[in-house]
C-alpha cells in the first residue's frame, strides 16, 4: 500500500474515533506524536492522540471534518492533511456541562512515514481558539 493511501486510512480511522486499534495497523508500534498546544501538550504518542481524539467525540458527538487539503511527498516521506474539525459540545465528558457550542476548528496532520509505516505524526492546531468556541477556555 503507499503511503498516500496508508495515511488516509489511517486519517479515516483517527478522525471517526477509531482508537488505536483502529489506527494501528498504519503506524509504528512506538509512532511519537508532537502538537505546541496546551491541550495535547502531555500526550507524547500517536496511541495515546488517537485515543484522545476518540474521548472527544463523547462530549462532541456529532464531531466531523471536512477535509480541504491532502498531499504526499513522497521524497521526504511526508503526507499532509488539512482539514476542519466541526462539532457541538453536546454531550457528557467535556470539562464543563454542555455547552451546545459549535467548534470549527482548522487544522493540519504532518505525517511522517519509514518503511511504509507512520513513525511520527506533528499536529498543527490552535487550541486556544477551538476550546475557546466550545466554552472550554
Same mark, same amino acid.
Not at 122 to 135: C, P, R, S, V, Y
Given at each position: 500500500m503507499s503511503m498516500t493511501v496508508t495515511a488516509r486510512e489511517?486519517? %479515516? #480511522?483517527? %478522525?471517526? !474515533? *477509531?482508537g488505536w486499534d483502529g489506527c494501528a495497523e498504519y503506524c509504528s508500534a512506538d509512532a511519537s506524536f508532537s502538537c =505546541? +498546544? +496546551? #491541550? $495535547?501538550?502531555?500526550?507524547?504518542t500517536l496511541a495515546a492522540y488517537a485515543e484522545w481524539m476518540k474521548g472527544l467525540l463523547t462530549p462532541i458527538p456529532d !464531531?466531523?471534518? %471536512?477535509? *480541504?487539503g491532502? #498531499? +504526499?511527498? %513522497?521524497?521526504r516521506g511526508i503526507? $499532509? &492533511?488539512f482539514a476542519v474539525?466541526?462539532?457541538t459540545q453536546s454531550?457528557? !465528558?467535556g470539562p464543563v456541562d454542555a455547552t451546545g457550542a459549535k467548534v470549527a476548528s482548522d487544522y493540519v496532520y504532518a505525517l511522517e512515514f519509514v518503511g511504509g509505516k507512520i513513525t511520527h505524526m506533528?499536529?498543527?492546531?490552535?487550541?486556544?481558539? &477551538?476550546?475557546? =468556541?466550545?466554552?472550554w477556555a
Open positions: 489511517f486519517f %479515516e #480511522a483517527c %478522525e471517526t !474515533g *477509531k =505546541q +498546544s +496546551s #491541550a $495535547l501538550e502531555d500526550t507524547l !464531531g466531523h471534518y %471536512e477535509l *480541504k491532502f #498531499a +504526499s511527498d %513522497e521524497d503526507v $499532509l &492533511a474539525f466541526h462539532g454531550g457528557p !465528558g506533528t499536529k498543527i492546531w490552535n487550541d486556544g481558539h &477551538a476550546l475557546t =468556541q466550545l466554552g
